[in-house]
Each structure stands twice: as C-alpha cells, then as structure tokens.
C-alpha cells in the first residue's frame, strides 16, 4: 500500500483527497496545511496534522496544490528524495524551473502528474482512441468566474495528451469590451500532420459554453460539455467502461506497473512554453 500525504490549501485538496480514499491501493497519513482553515470539518479532523518535512520523509505520494510560494524548492525537495507526486493545481514554475525539475525526475524515477481534468473525460478519451488525422479541432470555453489562465492551462495540456506533439505554428488574438463585461481570445494552432486546432475562450458576458468538435475524413464529432450531449456522424456516442478512465487511478498505475506516464512534468514543460508564445502572439497583437 503507497502511503499519501497532502500539502496546501484542504478546500483545494478535499476533493481529490475524498476520492482517492475509496481508492485501496493507497492510504492518506496526514496533512501539512497551507493558510488559514476558517470552517473545520469532518475531513479537516479525520486526517491528522503533520510537520511538512516529516510529511514528505514519511509518504510515498505528495498530493500538491499551488497555495504556497518557491514551488520549484518544494518539488525539488520531494523529488531528489525520489518521492511522486499529483499536482491538483498548475504549479507556478518559470521554464528554466520546470526543465530542472525535469532533469531531477528522470534522475530520481520520481512520477509527476498534473491534474488534467478535460483530458480524462469519457468524451475526450473516447476522442484519443477514435479520432484520425489530419483533423480540425474547434474548442469553445466560456465561463464567467475561471481564471483565464487556468482555462488555458487546461485546454493546452489536454491537447498535449491527446495529440502527442507542439504545435509548429501558433497565433493568438484577443478582444475585451467593459461594457459587456467580456473578455475574448482566440488562438490557433498548426501541426506538422496538417491537422488545426482552433480555441476561442474567456468570458463573454453570462455566456457558459464548452464545446469541442472534431472534423476529419467521414467523421464530424460534437462533444456539448455543458449538456452532457456527445454525437458523431449524428449518432449519440455510446462510452464504453474503457472510456471511463480515472486520472489518480491512472497515476497510480503508472507508479505501481511502470505504465505510460500522462501529464507528465515533461508535458508541463511544453504547455509553459506554448503559453509563453501564445502571451508573446497577444502582447504583439495588441500593441498594432
């Protein structure tokens, strides 16, 4: 049994650490909390508090949000003592920080995954073993209170997953309008296999949307997140039990079985540096 300790904010962590107590494989052994907790309740009492240091000596998993400054040191602690971890926040590492931690993960054996909550969806699973290329991807994400940031962090990471490759060519536009109270952008993305993928996210007043679809030869798939509608060709898509995949059970997986790893510090690395020349495509955009 892998022994789980969890460090950060509890509101952030409640969620992830809930399910992974139904998971027997592992067991949580305490928590090094990050802030102020203005409500206890039965999960805050039901897992002991444990200095950080001895936190991390004693657990085989780390599970990390992004509550706390000097990320990278942090990391870079855990994993030199070849400890994992599951990140359920971006953490907030410069490029130069992640292609260290890169290079000490492969040297320790540590497993890194970070959250990617849109990549193991049923649909977009469902999309990774279904799809063809070259394909077309149109995302739509819009919603009013998600930091833009995380939205695109997400979106990239998935796509990361999905398609296995950058991007060789990337463009970016944005708009707002304080009088709609909207904030858009538009990015796209171009492979070497000639496959697109189109993003447009932010906020456009009380509009939520999350769509995806995918065009390819014979195949035109729409995934409406919001309405729990997913059709191809038409048809309702019918998930099997292997579309169904859960990313901590994925995780452990990798560490006990040596599996393919997914959303890996390596795939991290990437989208910083995608997120990097999307900011750069914006900042020369808007000063035109």
């Avoid at 240091?53 to 400054?69: G, H, K, P, Q």
């Avoid at 063809?132 to 995302?139: E, G, R, Y």
């Avoid at 944005?174 to 952008?185: G, I, L, M, V």
Wanted: hydrophobic share 40%; net charge neutral; with cysteine.
């Amino acid at each position: 049994m892998l022994n789980i300790g969890l460090i950060g904010n509890t509101e952030n962590l409640k969620h992830f650490a809930k399910e992974i107590q139904k998971n027997k494989q592992v067991n949580i052994i305490g928590k090094a909390s990050v802030g102020t907790v203005h409500q206890l309740n039965s999960f805050h009492y039901s897992i002991p508090e444990i200095n950080r240091i001895e936190l991390i000596e004693r657990a085989d998993i780390l599970l990390i949000d992004n509550s706390f400054v000097m990320a990278n040191k942090l990391y870079g602690d855990i994993i030199r003592k070849s400890k994992h971890i599951f990140a359920v926040k971006y953490p907030d590492f410069t490029i130069d920080e992640c292609t260290q931690l890169v290079k000490l993960a492969n040297e320790s054996g540590s497993v890194v995954q970070i959250s990617n909550p849109y990549f193991y969806t049923p649909a977009v699973q469902w999309l990774g073993k279904n799809g063809f290329s070259p394909v077309f991807l149109d995302i739509a994400n819009f919603t009013e209170n998600e930091e833009k940031s995380e939205k695109l962090f997400q979106i990239l990471l998935m796509l990361i997953d999905l398609t296995g490759i950058s991007p060789k060519k990337v463009g970016a536009v944005t708009f707002k309008s304080a009088p709609n109270e909207s904030d858009f952008t538009n990015i796209r993305l171009e492979y070497d296999d000639a496959s697109i993928v189109n993003i447009s996210y932010g906020k456009i007043g009380s509009v939520e949307e999350f769509k995806i679809r995918a065009y390819t030869r014979d195949q035109f798939t729409t995934f409406n997140f919001l309405r729990n509608t997913f059709v191809c060709n038409n048809q309702p898509i019918k998930f099997s039990d292997t579309d169904k995949v859960d990313e901590f059970e994925s995780f452990i997986k990798s560490i006990l079985s040596n599996s393919k790893k997914k959303s890996t510090l390596e795939d991290y690395l990437i989208v910083l540096s995608l997120a990097q020349k999307i900011n750069k495509k914006i900042t020369q955009f808007n000063t035109q």
